[in-house]
């Protein structure tokens, strides 16, 4: 089984959660956070193979370029000469009519899998420059084929999350309590709905008053702030046991 | 001035910061999270108009297209295919206009494929305007609504932006069209990668800049660190009960943002 874990607003607690959910199914976890992936951060990650590397393409101008810029109308980004901002899409070597422009492979980094020795976890991470185009084609070549896993999503609803939603069989919503959270997480909710998928809705760092439409509650917990400070995997997983065990028993097939 | 405020990790506080830097400026604020756009719950205001966003895509006249397939082979995107029909999937176009260009029988005339809209906010405090866009939930396109926020912003002076999580090229491309950038971070060993990833991002695009440390009191340890990694100036910013109502944040923010003036001067 794949599972996405998603919610919209950064930092409600995704990456924690599925660090944790991650070390109770047994599952691979994916650190689907291609331009700001964290999992490094709360894990002490040693690494064993390179999966795939990341390649890009990016268009210059060379010397038959006759100056008309028909190159940069088609281009929404204007962004013929700047491999920072261009996606490699190629548009605008079809409209040259001069025949001026290159497109030129660069290697952008790699997709890591690694280990976390104290709790046994297998983690795959991208190791790529941020603007690393195509995020959502690096997020497939992630995901492992024939085993479960736990995609940890970016924050936001765009390509990565669509990508890590369209190859997963359930996902975790989470979100935390105040206005602008909700307002994402129902857009998450809403994102989710379109692909059909089945939903554990998790309320994190709930104080005492609403729960209401959300299948897991978790209160707020200095203990995990302070296994975060302290890069503690074994206390953040310790602190998120229970819960972690709720959304899985919530998963379809216990996960 | 144009200025971005921006962080990198999410839930760091970017759009607290920039609900008081919006208070405190008084300026044109344009919410760029287009995916989870949320800033005009930060702010009281109340929404005076709103906008579609289309790309322009290809519709065909099926009496003039004789499925030569010249516009399917210039779509570098796939959203045009021709077999024994032609065929428009509108959720993968880009705009570019290569197909309307290419056909040869003139079959093709542009129409509107929407991807979100731009909501407009008075804000009651400033009398300011906040536009907020919002992608459609499910659509991809993302870059291409913040290019449209940026391009329609283009020729005004004086801009907040509130700019998205991480430190991709829609990133890139708000840092790209500023002045200045004031990088909001927390104290956690996450923020703080983020935050180095992002710099590197901030120094491509030559974007002067400053460091807000939110709840800097989370840890001392972690606020030191990130105090001795960066070189620009850094300012610590409390743990506040009322973050959106406390002064104690507002001074903080006030003082950084004259700082970042500056930082740019």
């Known amino acids: 089984m794949r599972i996405a874990v998603l919610g919209g607003k950064g930092g409600v607690g995704k990456t924690v959660l599925s660090i944790a959910l991650a070390s109770e199914l047994g599952a691979v976890l994916v650190d689907a956070d291609v331009t700001e992936p964290d999992t490094p951060a709360y894990l002490n990650l040693e690494r064993e193979r390179d999966v795939t590397e990341v390649r890009a393409r990016y268009a210059v101008r060379t010397d038959g370029c006759a100056g008309c810029e028909r190159c940069l109308e088609v281009c929404p980004w204007r962004a013929v000469d700047d491999p920072i901002a261009c996606d490699g899409c190629g548009a605008c070597a079809i409209a040259c009519p001069e025949d001026a422009i290159e497109l ?9 899998e690694s280990r976390e020795p104290e709790l046994g976890l297998r983690v795959v991470h991208p190791e790529t420059e941020p603007w690393a185009p195509e995020l959502a084609d690096i997020v497939h070549r992630m995901i492992p084929e024939d085993e479960d896993c736990v995609i940890d999503c970016p924050a936001g609803l765009g390509c990565p999350v669509i990508a890590a939603l369209s190859a997963a069989d359930a996902a975790v919503l989470v979100t935390s309590p105040d206005p602008a959270a909700l307002h994402d997480y129902r857009r998450a909710e809403a994102l989710t709905r379109e692909f059909g998928l089945p939903a554990v809705r998790v309320l994190n760092r709930a104080g005492s008053d609403e729960r209401e439409g959300f299948d897991v509650v978790i209160p707020e917990d200095e203990r995990v702030l302070r296994a975060a400070l302290d890069r503690d995997p074994g206390g953040l997983v310790h602190a998120l046991r229970e819960p972690a065990r709720r959304v899985a028993e919530l998963l379809p097939d216990g996960g | ?38 800033l005009h719950l930060y702010l009281d205001c109340e929404e005076e108009a709103r906008s579609r966003v289309c790309l322009i895509g290809p519709e065909v006249d099926p009496d003039r297209c004789t499925l030569c397939g010249e516009c ?52 009651r405090e400033t009398g300011a305007r906040l536009l907020s866009g919002r992608l459609n939930v499910g659509d991809r396109r993302s870059r291409h609504l913040v290019r449209h926020l940026l391009d329609h912003t283009e020729d005004r002076p004086r801009l907040l932006l509130d700019t998205p999580a991480g430190a991709g090229k829609e990133v890139y491309d708000v840092l790209r069209a500023v002045d200045a950038a004031l990088v909001v971070t927390q104290p956690t060993p996450a923020a703080l990668r983020d ?11 030559r974007v002067p800049h400053v460091v807000l440390i939110n709840q800097a009191d989370l840890s001392e340890r972690w606020t030191r660190r990130v105090e001795r990694e960066v070189e620009v100036p850094t300012w610590r910013a409390p743990r506040v009960d009322d973050p959106l109502g406390s002064d104690e944040l507002r001074d903080v923010v006030r003082e950084a943002l004259d700082g970042l003036r500056e930082e740019a001067a």
């Not at chain 2, 970017?14 to 400026?25: D, S, W």
């Not at chain 2, 206009?97 to 290419?102: S, T, Y």
């Open chain 1, 104 to 112: 030129r492979e660069t290697e952008l980094g790699r997709i890591a």
């Open chain 2, 1 to 38: 001035m144009r200025l971005a405020v921006t962080g990198g990790k999410g839930g760091v506080g970017k759009t607290t910061i920039a609900a008081h830097a919006h208070r405190l400026l008084g300026w044109t604020t344009v919410d760029l999270d287009v995916t989870t756009p949320n």
């Open chain 2, 72 to 123: 399917a082979r210039v779509c570098h995107s796939g959203a045009v295919i021709v077999g024994r029909s032609w065929d428009l999937d509108p959720g993968l176009c880009h705009g570019c206009g290569l197909c309307l260009d290419a056909c040869p029988r003139d079959a093709l005339t542009p129409r509107e494929i929407e991807i979100g809209e731009v909501r407009e906010y008075r804000v």
């Open chain 2, 195 to 205: 935050l180095r990833r992002l710099l590197r991002v901030i120094r491509v695009a």
